[in-house]
Nanobody, 123 residues
């Protein structure tokens, strides 16, 4: 069982930066690939970024590539999402998710989810 708690969301202006954090419980964090997803009002949840469990390879959605950076710290069981050059269309609830040994951009394959943190970008 893995519990995930996101933090770091807030209200910012277009062009600003934010760093989201996701703290994971458990002693096997290093064996989990981690993903960040987001869901805007009236829209489906969409993939943002993922980082693999072994070599920390990363993958990004085209919509955030070059602006967002996912990273992890296995010593503190934390995954981060640094978001730069934020746009109003980045406004959403951001969720982190965990999947053991498999890295994927498919939300349905993730086993554990956090409660989400709201990011609002004003124009």
């Amino acid at each position: 069982q893995v519990q995930l708690v996101e933090s770091g969301g807030g209200l910012v202006q277009a062009g600003d930066s934010l760093r989201l954090s996701c703290a994971a419980s458990g002693r096997t964090f290093s064996s989990y690939s981690m993903g960040w997803f987001r869901q805007a009002p009236g829209k489906e949840r969409e993939f943002g970024a993922a980082i693999s469990w072994g070599d920390s390879n990363t993958d990004y959605a085209d919509s955030v590539k070059g602006r967002f950076t996912i990273s992890r710290d296995n010593a503190t069981n934390t995954v981060y999402l640094k978001m730069n050059s934020l746009k109003p269309e980045d406004t959403a609830v951001y969720y982190c998710a965990a999947k053991r040994f498999i890295t994927t951009d498919l939300s349905r394959r993730y086993d554990y989810w956090g409660q989400g943190t709201q990011v609002t970008v004003s124009s």
